[in-house]
């Protein structure tokens, strides 16, 4: 039986003087499609050239396209000019995560880098230039060409590009946790590995624009539009407000410690609780003191849980509780939720005034409970 027809994979990496890996050799990727993989990943390059016996470094985008690195500038670019009239060096780096030992000398971090070598041409071709500019957009917010202007010739012709091949290249990746020596195994630090991330954010419009923000980009998918603004309302002589460096936690923390719902919950996990919620919001008397607390968890598109609603004793009974939740309700960051829930033992009532009523197929939900990790009385 006949094979299927399979493309040839790409020949590895050569290794040469100017590529081998002396610190670390075992960090060293000689795939092809590894180096790629960093590249079309990244999101800036920074060229190393020689202006004139003073050795520069400038940051730039890029595009990768096949067996070629792109870069593009103004034609009167000094960048430009010097990189293509000798040799180069570029370089991507994509941070992963600090690394976190016992010992402060064995500290480091988890990276994937990839560094090229070699002489760039000169792109003269103004279909290439359009191709690649257009790449070079399409490849940091894909779908977006759809939408803007294509480049003008005339634009084209006040664009520099050049084209460095990735036949000399290196490769190198550190993944995994700290490696303390023996000694420190004991040493009554914490050890580990927090990982970093580049997360798109909410996006700003400017005045006047149309239509509908990118929904995703190189980084994922964008923010809420007005989810990363401040929200702020007035009730009565109190401010509702979503700005989470206001909330007094020392303040939240005593008044759920002695609720129902999470006695003894200490603060360290208050505050974990507020960083992980979609919304946290505080209601705040003329003084500025902290009168209310609610926080939201949910995935800002289908599902959403109201949680620790709280008004403290002394400003009960005067519709800021139901203020808060409606605040939570209208919020940017939930106007697309299909489904609140919450729970209560004695707040039906408040809770039926903005919408909220039982569970019409209770059947259909399942809970699994545990007990909290700290003292619980």
Request: charged share 20%; net charge positive.
């Amino acid at each position: 039986m006949e094979k299927p027809f399979a493309p040839p994979s790409p020949p590895p990496l050569s290794s040469t003087d100017r590529t081998r890996l002396r610190r670390h050799p075992e960090r060293g990727r000689t795939d092809r499609a590894v180096l790629n993989a960093i590249l079309d990943a990244g999101w800036v390059a920074h060229v190393a050239f020689d202006a004139g016996g003073q050795p520069i470094v400038i940051p730039t985008t890029y595009v990768r396209q096949g067996e070629h690195l792109y870069i593009h500038g103004a034609v009167a670019s000094g960048m430009l000019r010097a990189a293509g009239a000798g040799p180069v060096c570029a370089t991507v780096t994509l941070l992963d995560g600090l690394v976190l030992a016992r010992a402060a000398f064995h500290h480091s971090m988890n990276y994937r880098s990839a560094v090229i070598l070699g002489r760039a041409r000169p792109v003269t071709d103004e279909a290439e230039k359009k191709r690649v500019l257009e790449a070079m957009i399409e490849r940091l917010v894909p779908g977006r060409m759809q939408t803007a202007r294509p480049p003008s010739p005339e634009e084209l012709k006040t664009t520099s590009m050049l084209a460095l091949p990735l036949d000399e290249a290196s490769v190198k990746i550190r993944t995994g946790p700290p490696i303390d020596g023996e000694r420190d195994l004991s040493w009554p630090a914490w050890a580990g590995v927090i990982p970093l991330a580049l997360t798109p954010g909410a996006p700003a419009p400017v005045e006047g624009t149309v239509g509908k923000p990118p929904e995703s980009t190189l980084a994922g998918p964008v923010g809420i539009a007005g989810a990363g603004s401040l929200v702020e309302q007035r009730f009565d002589a109190f401010v509702l407000s979503d700005d989470r460096s206001r909330v007094d936690f020392a303040r939240v923390s005593g008044w759920l410690a002695g609720s129902y719902w999470c006695p003894g919950i200490p603060r360290a996990a208050v505050e974990r609780a507020a960083r992980c919620s979609s919304l946290v919001a505080g209601a705040y008397d003329a003084a500025g003191g902290q009168v209310g607390y609610l926080r939201v968890v949910s995935d800002c598109t289908r599902f959403a849980n109201l949680m620790d609603v709280y008004v403290a004793e002394p400003h009960r009974g005067r519709g800021l509780g139901r203020a808060l939740v409606r605040f939570a309700l209208a919020h940017p960051a939930h106007r697309e939720i299909a489904r609140w829930m919450l729970g209560t033992n004695d707040a039906h009532g408040v809770y039926a005034h903005e919408g909220f009523g039982p569970v019409e197929e209770p059947g259909r939900l399942m809970q699994r409970v545990v007990a909290p990790p700290w003292n619980a009385p």
